[in-house]
């Protein structure tokens, strides 16, 4: 699974930015997308993900410092994940990476090359 991000850039705080995923590549085996984020200095962050019917956390989750400001959406025909982020504060700043969890028996990780989120405040 080949995964490419798009759509990052520099916001002002309060601001919005949308950023966008494409899988290609053995898309039929993906059972889960997501995104997670990394700032400089500090571990990787886990953002949203969106599980497919039946595997296991199906649904869309996210993490605790995002919730209520930012919004995930798949696309499954068009083998795609957005990242609509609202309410930007300097904090959201990173490197967000696009995630999928992909595999026929054994699932595996994938990761996109990454995408950076710059919030000037």
């Known amino acids: 699974v080949h995964l490419v991000e798009s759509g990052g850039g520099l916001v002002q705080a309060g601001g919005s930015l949308r950023l966008s995923c494409e899988a290609s590549g053995d898309t039929f085996n993906i059972v889960a997308m997501g995104w997670y984020r990394q700032a400089p200095g500090k571990q990787r962050e886990f953002v949203a993900r969106i599980s497919n019917p039946g595997a296991g956390t199906h649904g869309t989750h996210y993490g605790d410092s995002v919730r209520g400001r930012f919004t995930a959406s798949r696309d499954n025909a068009k083998n795609t994940m957005d990242l609509q982020m609202t309410g930007l504060n300097p904090e959201d700043t990173a490197v967000y990476y696009c995630?999928?969890?992909?595999?026929?028996?054994?699932?595996?990780?994938?990761w996109g090359q990454g995408t950076q989120v710059t919030v000037s405040s």
């Open positions: 995630n999928a969890e992909a595999g026929s028996v054994v699932l595996h990780d994938y």
